[in-house]
């Protein structure tokens, strides 16, 4: 594509034509043009082609010396430098979240009296009394009301201690809403759906930036500590991202062009996920199949060395002190068999269900905190929320504790050593068995009383999750999804296990359950439950299922994992295509157009506009417009550009010039070019005609010109005219029919027309 | 884009306009409009438009009947059954080659007694008398001339056994090249340019065919038996693609249209990764990286499913009894430190001169024997170098066996209980040591013999891999690769065990190599020079490293894997852009697009047809062109197609017309429609106009008429043009300007001017 910013549009033709010409002003390149702004949609052909003439000119002039060599060595290498940057902070960043979440989650409970700084595990470790089977009591760490009152036991004591739990949580929420809301509105919610529609192409100023960067991460520390039902693991892409931007505009290559910088964001996202989940391969899969848009190969290998490089840099950190990146990695060391597909599947619908609920329920209540008061007051909202959270979470064991820690929980296999309740199984005490290999064996009370715990805390988080996703806190969804499903697998898994156990001599059990055989895993069933949720709310699927893979470290389960995943896919889809981020964007009206197919039978001539009554397009003339004529049309119109014709009656189109450029020049020539007045011509032709003196100096302007605007026929489908907008990233695409001009279809038409095809409300489109 | 099969072009404008006239014989689609001729390119926005429409009368027809609602299930729910059916298949398949060629590498030396089918492994196994440490050595196996002569050692029983050694690799390979011969010529070769070519949409009709499947399932075992330096994994994907071709003429939604056939063949490409290496997420990163060409995210999906499937298939089967995928899965439990990344870098190193070395000797080679007499006489030359290769290898003992096997023990560690040569350390018999953790020990004799033998077939795998590759039989280059790095690297890792051991003072042991320790594993060396290799021949990045890292099972090792890769795609890439596969591609003129940047500065009107002085492009009128006057341009012009315009004096372009269509429509219409004459007006407008019944009757194309073109002007650059090129998949692109019909763009027009901007003949572009 020709290009507007003053220098690639001179190609040997031109150059050797306005040779004989008068010095034009717009030989030297002047600022902004070719810039865009706030809120608008950018031309992803046209960043490209700018990037090319960037290289040739480098590599044309590392031939002239040394240090123009070095120079362009160094513009190779920058995309690499880049991502190890990108690499190093984010995995110190999510190092940091880790270790300040687990110190201010313990300080809502008590403090460490050897050094506050210590969250309850570390206290005890370093201290010398503790025996490994209590290793969660020593005297050092003491709860609130012990240390004020000095007794442990008692109603008082729990009250105290209740009544301080909820007020550090109100406290840790209220500091969080505040902060974003003073410093960094954009710190907010998950990121993921705006950063889907940056990186698609769209111009959201600020929400990468660095007061983004610090104050997401404070808070995204306050509000995961706070207890509220989120989790850190979306704004840690948003996070990783804001790293990326900060690292883009060290370097101009791709500071200045928006294309390139998108590149560097794609791997961002895949360095958020692989430090949020220790999965590094998972992380690239994810950045490639949920949040990227454009996603050449060079991408993908850049990406993949950030998100290692993020990994490596989290676990030399080690933040929870088991070498690994996430609390909840496991590894399982019994098979699964063929008949439990069937408890999986039960997962993978409970999973499409609950997706479908979620993302309704959700919207609903952000379409509503949109449009009622209730949008008004922001932090009385966290402050309530918060406090029905903590209020109802600090009697059940399960929800007091952190979200991670109790899916880590979910997840473990019921070791010889482990203390947990859920592991209360009554034991044979006749039979020595290595630690990998624990029979089945029958449940104990605390497994009874562990169900029905479990059992409540399925059914706040279900309903307190759908209230907590938007609100005006950092707030992920990966986590309290994961925890919604793995609660529910932990209870099938008991229930197919003592079923089994009871029953081995029905047919379904007798194949592979023999008495004294471990056959099922209850761990197992939360990690696929887990997938099925967190599928259904995403719809995900291979990413998903590799992040699982990778936290369970075998390629066993992954036909469980995959099962579920596919089956929460399709239940959820059948009850609406969009995932949680698609829905979110589009109650945002953010112009994101989605890699879905588009199966209407409509043209171009159906969606472009001028509408057959409207008043005809807006054009320029290639001879015969003023500056005056030109000044008007800005003025009357808000067009993002105008084509210009050969003349009004033959409407043949010669080109297309961008509303921005064309104010930045005529601004420009009117300060500099002298003898430029309201009724100077105008002239995108190559050569202005040789005019009397007494004619006002023409206004030559063919260099802003794009001389390759991109057509379509009027009959041509709009199937096509969308793949050509996805593919090639357009901004707007002239309409044609033999040869004349008949009209122009923007990519806010496009999504105003597909919103119109699938019977929502066109309007809720709000940016172009 | 509007249709050429008669169908999708009826819009609504158009059924309205057309009601009133005469029944127009174009209404029942005619067979094969829309079909492409072989070795042709086809068009992909045509292909996905066709996708669509057919799509739209299914859901449109399954309102009305229940049967019609079923059939439009099956249709949606076809696309994973087809991948269930290409898993099932070609895992089978693997398996069966696996089997095939254990037992027939076994053949050359010798026969299992008690049951001929029996590999020397199988044999032994089932053999009671032997004990573990003389697993090797049973009675029931007797080499060939301890069965002739019934003696087992002397010179004359090794020359006897040399010499059979000999005579069955002859045979195999003979009987392999005459096969391929006879049946199926397109048998031969890895296969992947190929599939790399008909995945960016050209068609090689019999490539993919049922015979082909057949021969080069059965010469591939033959070919891998007879001992030449020659792969099986290449090859496993072509036979996987051949599986799934075979089952997209199962269902006519794959069968019919080109476009989603080849959605189906890069998920086969990714299942025959998947049962190659034992590795389903390398394998869709390998298709997705190396081998396809459109991927959209639906495909990444089913690819996991046919890749996890066939994966799966593969182990139930078993092949190699260790329930492993692959011979040479390995699991390692030491760490690696930072210094060793030196070796490693230098690995790489050496695996990009290796990648050059091949591919510049090999591509001579294989330019030679096109050019020369040598290419006259395939057969010969298979049997010559399979006879060099029989008598250099069978004196190694490690060449002498099946290279799996080779590479196999290569990347094993030496546990205690270790057999091999390689492993013959002098042990202190002070330490009892668990098996895992054997400290560094003095090379004992054995050792340093085989590091003598390793270096000799070190050289022999070199030299002999470049003359291999590309001969008349299925030859996949990966093993070959991963042998030749596999060798260097544990040289290397040996080198550098022994160094660590003798000096443990030097300053760079002393940080991380205390005496006594475990700190150097030279199976992991042979690992990352395989991947080094590897990288270096094939230019894979991602899918090379996450491959390798389901071949080990731990994220550990991904630094100094990924290391090894960027070093020696770094260093290959210095002396060439090219991997083996798109050298192949060249060689053979095949119409790929590749997806490297495209940064010269020349525009469209450079590139188009016709050129300065050639004669003007040929045309058709919209309304006054005679059958004849067609009939005429098609015989003497052998264009694919022809643009349609107002009239020659406007220039106005209204449609483009395909060659092929053009012929069939005419051929029916004379046969069908009464009064269509030679000097028969054609019709592309909307309504023919009333004419003088004295007058023949006119003939109407409009149906047949691409009314949705696509057009560039003469000044958009290159680089656009070729990114909508591979972006859109065009076949052609009409070139215009100020809306009049100045030329057209051609991708072949595109490869040769791709091929002349990089100094190469542009004539080599053979195919459109």
Redesign the interface.
């Known amino acids: ?2 290009e507007a910013d003053g220098t ?2 001179a ?3 031109e150059e050797m034509n306005g040779a004989g010409n008068l010095m034009d002003f717009l030989d030297e390149p002047f600022p902004d043009v070719g810039t865009y702004e706030d809120f608008h949609t950018i031309d992803w ?1 046209r960043e ?2 700018r990037d ?1 003439d960037r ?2 000119k480098i ?1 044309s002039k590392s031939k002239e010396s040394i240090w123009e060599l070095i120079k362009s060595l160094l513009d190779a290498w920058s995309g690499w430098l880049v991502m190890l940057l990108i690499g190093l902070l984010s995995g110190t960043l999510a190092g940091v979240i880790d270790l300040a979440v687990d110190w201010m989650t313990d300080l809502k409970e008590g403090v460490c009296l050897s050094a506050f700084w210590y969250s309850h595990e570390q206290c005890c470790w370093t201290s010398n009394e503790t025996t490994f089977a209590d290793r969660d009591k020593c005297p050092q760490w003491q709860k609130w009301a012990e240390l004020m009152t000095g007794y442990t036991e008692g109603a008082g004591v729990y009250v105290l201690n209740y009544f301080l739990y909820v007020l550090w949580a109100l406290f840790f929420s209220f500091l969080a809403v505040s902060l974003v809301r003073v410093f960094a509105p954009y710190a907010c919610g998950s990121g993921i759906p705006e950063i889907k529609t940056i990186l698609s192409g769209f111009i959201i100023r600020g929400y990468l930036g660095k007061w983004t960067l610090l104050i997401k991460t404070v808070t995204l520390v306050l509000a995961v500590s706070s207890g509220l039902s989120l989790g850190k693991e979306g704004p840690l892409v948003h996070v990783a991202c804001c790293c990326g931007n900060l690292f883009c505009s060290l370097f101009s290559k791709y500071s200045k062009n928006e294309g390139k910088r998108r590149e560097v964001l794609s791997a961002a996202a895949a360095a958020g996920v692989s430090v949020a989940f220790g999965a ?2 998972g992380g ?1 899969l994810f950045s ?2 949920e949040v990227s848009y454009y996603f ?2 060079k991408t ?2 850049r990406s ?2 950030a998100a ?1 490089v993020a ?2 840099t989290l676990r030399s950190i080690n933040p929870f002190g088991n070498n690994r990146l996430v609390l909840f990695y496991v590894e399982y060391h019994t098979p699964w068999y063929m008949a439990e597909l069937v408890p999986f599947i039960l997962l993978g619908v409970f999973g499409g269900l609950w997706g479908t609920l979620f993302i309704r329920g959700n919207i609903a209540w952000c379409r509503r905190r949109k449009t009622t008061l209730l949008g008004k007051y922001p932090v009385l909202e966290v402050i309530v929320v918060t406090g029905i959270t903590a209020i109802l979470a600090f009697p059940n064991p399960y929800t007091r504790r952190s979200t991670s820690e109790l899916i880590s929980e979910l997840f473990n296999d019921c070791g010889a050593l482990e203390s947990s309740q859920l592991c209360d199984y009554i034991n044979n005490p006749n039979t020595t068995r290595p630690v990998d290999d624990i029979p089945d064996r029958p449940a104990g009370p605390g497994v009874y009383s562990a169900l029905w715990q479990l059992t409540l805390a399925l059914i706040f988080k279900i309903v307190i999750t759908i209230f907590t996703f938007g609100m005006k806190i950092p707030s992920g969804l990966f986590i309290p999804s994961m925890a919604v499903g793995a609660i529910a697998g932990r209870i099938v898994g008991i229930a197919v296990e003592q079923m089994a156990y009871h029953h081995h001599d029905w047919i379904i059990f007798k194949n592979w359950c023999r008495p004294g055989a471990d056959c099922v895993t209850p761990g197992l069933y939360a990690m696929v439950g887990a997938a099925a949720c967190l599928g259904g709310v995403t719809r995900m ?2 990413s998903l ?2 992040i699982m ?2 936290l369970t ?3 066993e389960y ?2 469980p994992l ?1 099962a579920a995943a ?1 089956t929460s896919k399709w239940v959820a889809d059948a009850f609406g295509k969009e995932g949680i981020y698609e829905a979110h964007i589009q109650l945002n009206g953010y112009p994101y157009l989605d ?1 879905d ?1 588009f ?1 209407h ?1 409509t ?2 001539t159906d969606v472009m506009r001028p509408r057959r009554n409207e008043p005809p397009l807006s054009v320029l003339t290639q001879d015969s417009t003023t500056v005056e004529d030109v000044e008007t049309l800005i003025k009357e119109t808000d067009y993002n550009g105008f084509p210009v014709v ?1 003349s009004r009656e ?1 409407e ?4 297309f010039v961008q509303r921005r450029d064309l104010i930045l020049a005529i601004k420009t020539a009117r300060q500099k070019q002298d003898g430029v007045v309201s009724n100077s011509v105008v002239y995108f032709t190559e050569d202005a005609p040789q005019i009397p003196a007494t004619n006002p100096q023409p206004l030559k302007l063919r260099r802003i010109l794009n ?3 991109f ?3 009027d ?3 709009m ?2 005219v969308v ?2 907008f996805r ?2 990233g357009l901004r707007q695409c002239l309409v ?1 029919r ?4 008949l009209g122009i279809i923007t990519k806010k038409d496009v999504l105003r027309h597909m919103a119109q095809m699938m019977n929502q409300d066109p309007e809720s489109i709000m940016f172009n």
Chains 1, 2 share one sequence.
Not at 652 to 655: E, P, V
Not at 738 to 741: D, H, K, N, Q
């Open positions: 594509m020709a690639s549009s190609t040997p033709t052909l490209k082609s090319t290289h040739r590599t590094p391969i690239v490639l199949e050449p190969l993908l290998w993949f060395f290692l990994a490596f699927t291979v299922v590799v893979f990778e470290g075998g390629l992954i036909v995959m596919v890699q197919e199966t039978r043209l171009a050969v033959s043949r189109l010669i080109g001389l390759s605007p057509t379509v026929t009959h041509t489908p199937e096509t793949d050509i593919k090639l044609t033999s040869g004349r001009l």
